[in-house]
């Protein structure tokens, strides 16, 4: 068995350390020894979702983007631990991970698993700038999606033994467990009907996931006699800018879009919708939709990242381009019929099954690490193999099997 070090930015409410966490959390269950670090202590809201089996949780209080402290502290730390390999999610945590490793002398394969397509803002652009130099340095880069991997390597980064593993979801966890009684309670305990049409989105309020443009969907779409309401489950700094987008179309806040705040659990809440929305700027695969489409959901998503990889149209959601308003209503206007959104809701869920588990998804991470620390006893895949949709391939064979 293995020891492993997993690090991440922070561990606050947001896909990629939630994937982390479900990796540890799956690899500590089959006996590796599983060792948490994270950068800055930002609300770390995920930490009790921890389950490391003997393993530690140390966080290194960053106080700024490079805190050399913390780079210091970082360091005694990884020479204590002596882990057999380092997987770092995103490039803040990759760029700790190797300067840990060279201030404290000690060596190890370091993993990197990238969450990021589109980078915004110039800040961003920057950031990469400095940080493409350690991306190149892993041992390893773990890309997401294809349409990721590929939006890369065409952007001239030239990482070492790149490969595609999608993220992927508990099944059991994200089953349709909450019955048509706990549903009805719920919308009726935030307002709605059971002949509303609720439309959620599951996502932190911030610029780049654009709820503003689900604010004007819900208007035009009511404009239209449909009877749209939104359910946002989430807080974040977009908050009032939200709230004043949906005063100025004449909408009515926590009525015809209400806004739950953060939620430790938002199953119930995914579940007392009728069709989830990504309106994102940028994905690279979305946990956000994974679990919704795990909850029998049918996903409307921007033609973004790594989405064509999940949603197949008409089948189990839509995509739409993104930024394109009226495409996206026309999306939804679709799916306000219940009999179409129950069985795209069941195709999704299937989908999940038969390509998106977390379990699948963590057999290939699983045969990465055996693999880089011990390649003589890596496991030789066959045809059926758990890397099979490693390639752009394969994910067309399973895409096909599954139509």
């Known amino acids: 068995m293995l020891r492993l070090m997993f690090v ?34 930002d609300e770390p809201r995920q930490a009790d979702r921890l389950h490391l089996s003997g393993g530690t949780l140390h966080c290194l209080h960053a106080g700024r983007y490079i805190d050399p402290r913390a780079v210091v502290r970082f360091a005694a730390h990884f020479a204590t631990t002596s882990p057999a390999a380092v997987v770092a999610a995103n490039p803040y945590a990759l760029v700790y991970a190797l300067l840990a490793m060279r201030a404290s002398g ?30 190149c340095s892993a041992d390893r880069t773990v890309f997401v999606s294809e349409n990721q991997r590929r939006y890369w390597l065409e952007r001239g980064l030239s990482p070492k033994h790149a490969q595609v593993i999608h993220n992927g979801v508990d099944t059991e966890q994200f089953a349709e467990v909450w019955n048509w009684e706990a549903r009805a309670n719920l ?14 989105a599951s996502a932190v309020l911030r610029a780049e996931k ?59 809440y995914v579940a007392a919708c009728d069709v989830v929305v990504l309106c994102s700027r940028t994905e690279a695969f979305s946990m956000a939709a994974l679990e ?70 963590v057999d290939r991470y699983e045969q990465l690490l055996v693999g880089l620390c011990h390649p003589a006893s890596a496991p030789r895949l066959g045809r059926g193999g758990a890397n099979r949709m490693e390639t752009r391939e394969g994910i067309a064979a399973e895409r096909s099997g599954l139509k």
């Open 187 to 200: 919308r009726h305990g935030l307002g709605f009907s059971e002949r509303d049409y609720v439309v959620g």
């Open 210 to 268: 654009n709820h503003i443009q689900l604010v004007d969907a819900i208007a035009m779409l009511r404009d239209a006699g449909v009877r749209a309401r939104a359910l946002l489950i989430g807080d974040g700094p977009m908050r009032g800018a939200i709230e004043a987008r949906v005063r100025a179309r004449g909408l009515e806040l926590n009525r015809d879009v209400i806004i739950t705040g953060f939620q430790e659990d938002v199953r119930p």
């Open 8 to 41: 991440t930015g922070s561990l606050s409410h947001g896909g990629a350390e939630r994937q982390a966490i479900a990796i540890m959390n799956r690899l500590a269950s089959r006996g590796h020894e599983c060792h948490a670090v994270y950068v800055k202590d």
């Open 292 to 361: 919704a489409m795990a909850l029998c959901k049918p996903v409307v998503h921007s033609d973004v990242g790594g989405a064509s990889e999940m949603i197949f149209p008409g089948r189990n959601g839509f995509l739409f381009p993104a930024g394109d308003t009226r495409a996206f209503v026309d999306k939804l206007a679709v799916l306000a019929d219940r009999q179409v959104s129950k069985r795209m809701g069941n195709e999704a869920r299937q989908a999940v099954e038969t390509l998106f588990s977390e379990r699948s998804m």
């Open 106 to 135: 000690a060596r190890a394969p370091a993993v990197f698993v990238f969450h990021s397509t589109r980078i915004l803002g110039v800040k961003e652009h920057i950031k990469m700038l400095l940080e493409r130099s350690f991306i």
